[in-house]
């Protein structure tokens, strides 16, 4: 009897040790879950989405972009446009960095300065590379030029010019301030423990709205199955990195919602510098070989969009008389033989090995294509020899993809323009339209150039259209959170439900 | 004894200058990370520049040359995706990386020991054969399957456990099993089988005849030869576990090395592999010199003085 109870007493102590950690919370305290750590924490130099988010609720920008891509002011007080080509903002007043450094026109030209500067390597100055300079005019108010007439402008600004503190920077350098980082946005860096978390804490003089929550905790867990059960268990508030088929799970649990932010918009490249791909015919052949209604529902239990040209039915500047290519084989293969390849083709098809629902998609594709009589041999690579081949022109047909941000110019520029990349597609007439959608301000009349580029890639198939796949971020049922289209997790709007 | 260590350390320089040619070789036989570093828009001739301020222009000799020469004086680099100094990543992990080896070695070994030893003394019993199926069942359960499981038996429905993260011991528990389950079966089936063999020697009928309580048999003079082979296992096992442990560390969250070295391969974060590759060659040689120490102990018939 006396072993007995020693045993249920061990064993209840036993629980108690064990189970209690980790289940309680602090009413105050948010937890977000990634799929990846922030690999710095200094906006300028990375522009990977997970390390962008955190940083997002450290840092702030001159504006806050909309999901139609338009803009709201945030450190901007008031902004005109002195001509096409410049930009006369100013700043709110009284605004300080987290260090209690001010935040003023100088402090803007030190950053727009800074995301050119070599050292840094910053990947997003390619997106503010039209802006040519920052004149501060006084403590408060500065220009700022283009070489030519830029549409996006301040779109692009809103997102990729994060403004830090000069004097800090000076005193730390560059490598202390990616770990350390000191910015004027909603929250402050508290502490960051390489590999578990990294723990912000609300600014109190903040300039904007006052976040609700005094401590966001950003962790990583990189299996989805995991972050589910996090958030369905309490201990994660938001997540993201949701496959379509674990969505289901979420909100049959009861305990959490999900909210959309952006899409992930894949598409099948292809080298129409080399035979057969040469051929319009054969590049149309392969959009009319897709059956995208099918892997939609397949794959996506039909929350996809199809595509109907390069540009993002989400985006600005999409045609929507356009129709998706229906899926008809047959018309696949007539057009294969009036290109002269009545028995079909044989092609390579390379895809990225890191993103596993690519693997079923590239796979679903394949199958579809050998229906109309293109063999497809299924090239999978891992992620830098994807890269470099694909930079080294050497993918026949390839799946890539890019986020369907609300502002045409953030992908169709870089995607479409030769200047950018002419790895696998130039078209002059394309390029001048691109020139043009930059620089035209008019809102109606910018739309029509994007139609028309939409329209001409849409006959001239550079890429076999596929499809935008919305993505989510699961939410607590505790927790009031919309997500956003540009995909980062910007803490400062979340709130307690009810 | 202490010639012997010395001349062992003398050795692992030798092992460690080895492993580091090998994988500095290999990773840039792979390519260079530039084209990664830089956005897809960049020119040819930005792709050059950084190519150049990276030092990947040089002859690989030169390159491997200068690598070592500043790793002599502990300076392994800056990571060139995290932008700091690589050896800070490396020990900022090897904690949790130690803390889960041993954890699951621990547990591995506590039950592995007793259902090896009691499945060899009940051989052919009912007892022997369940402990050995579950031994099996043990080996063939794919670590990245078992811990889900747990996760959501665990955690999802009875609430007991956190899902993930590290800083508990609740949150330890789930890895450390997952990842010593299938060890636990290896060790048990082992020390099974070493122990038939040692229960059948002539010393043990000696000592039985001696009249000796069986318990003393097993414990004393069976169990203490048994445990060669185990320690030489087990000692290798544990060098595995410390960077070996990637899908448990991605199914809890769990921040270790071993992720963090599958992040730096595909990234081609070379400092940074360099630095884990380097960490991990030295506890590798290091778990084996004390296995070999471990020998003396167990059989003092080993003496490695006599050597010379």
Known sequence: MKRLCLLILASLALFFIFASPGLTRDADTLIVVQESEPVGLDLMRSSLQNTMSVCYNIHDT??????????????????EQIDDLTWKITLRKGITFHNGEPVNAKAVKFSFDRIFDPEIKSPNKGKLSAFKEVKVLDDLSFEIKTEKPFAPGLYMLAIYLPIVPPEYIKKVG????????????????????????????????????????G????????????????????????????????????????????????????????????????????????????????????????KAILCNGPISPRTFGNDPSLKPYPYDPAKAKALLKEAGYPDGIKVRLAYPTYMSQIQEQTEAIAANLSEAGIQATLEPFERAVMWERYKAKKHQLYIYWWDDAPE?????????????????????????????GRTILDRAQRAKVYNQIDQLLYKDCPWAFLYVIPEVFGVSNTVFYEGNRDGFLNMRWAKPKG | ?????????????????????????????????VQLMLPGDASEKEVDELR?????????????????????????????????????????????????????????????????????????????????????????????????????FFSVELGWLPTSGRGTMAQLIMPAVSLGLSLMAMFARLTRSVMLEVLSLD??????????????????????????????VAGMQFGFLIGGTVI???????????????????????????????????????MNLLVDILYVYLDPQISYSAEK
């Open chain 1, 62 to 79: 001159l504006f806050y972009p909309q999901q139609d891509a338009s803009i709201k002011p945030a450190l901007s007080d008031k902004w």
């Open chain 1, 174 to 213: 560059n490598t202390k301030f990616n770990t350390d980082p000191v910015g004027c946005g909603p929250y402050q860096l508290s502490k960051w423990v390489r590999g578990e978390s990294v723990i912000l804490t609300r600014y109190e003089n903040y300039y904007g709205l006052k976040p609700f929550y």
């Open chain 1, 215 to 302: 401590k966001v905790v950003f962790k990583t867990i990189p299996e989805a199955t995991s972050r589910v059960a996090a958030l369905i268990t309490g201990e994660a508030d938001v997540i993201s990195g949701i496959a379509v088929h674990q969505r289901k799970k979420i909100l049959s649990s009861g305990k959490a919602y999900l909210t959309s932010q952006m899409g992930v918009m894949p598409y099948l490249g292809i080298n129409t510098y080399e035979k057969p791909f040469d051929d319009v015919r054969v590049r149309q052949a392969l959009n009319y070989a897709i059956n995208r209604e099918l892997i939609n529902k397949a794959l996506f239990n039909g």
């Open chain 1, 408 to 436: 045409p110019d953030r992908y169709m520029y870089s995607l479409f323009h030769s200047k950018s990349r002419d790895y696998y597609y130039k078209n002059e007439e394309v390029d001048t339209l691109l020139d043009k």
């Open chain 2, 1 to 33: 004894m202490l010639q012997y260590i010395l001349k062992r350390l003398w050795h692992t320089v030798y092992v460690v200058v080895g492993i580091s040619l090998i994988s500095f070789f290999f990773i840039h036989l792979s390519g260079d990370p």
């Open chain 2, 52 to 152: 150049e301020q990276l030092g990947f222009n040089d002859p690989l000799y030169l390159q491997y040359a200068r690598f070592a020469s500043k790793a002599i004086q502990g300076d392994f680099g800056q990571s060139l995706y995290y932008h700091v100094p690589v050896m800070e990543l490396v020990i900022e992990r090897l904690p949790a990386s130690l803390e889960l080896a041993v954890a699951a070695m621990l547990f591995a070994l506590v039950l592995a020991i007793p259902i090896g030893i009691i499945s060899a003394v009940k051989r052919g019993s009912f007892l022997d054969m369940g402990s050995m199926f579950g031994a099996l069942l043990g080996l063939s359960m794919p670590h990245f399957w078992l811990g889900i499981m747990l996760m959501l």
């Open chain 2, 203 to 232: 010393y043990i009928r000696t000592a039985r005849a001696k009249g000796l309580k069986e318990q003393i048999v097993i414990a004393k003079h069976a169990l203490k030869n048994a445990l060669i082979p185990l320690v030489t």
């Open chain 2, 248 to 286: 448990i560390e991605t199914v809890f969250g769990w921040p270790g090395l071993g992720r963090l070295v599958v992040q730096a391969i595909f990234s081609r974060d070379y400092p940074l592999v360099q630095a884990i590759v380097f960490v991990l060659s030295l506890l590798f040689v290091g």
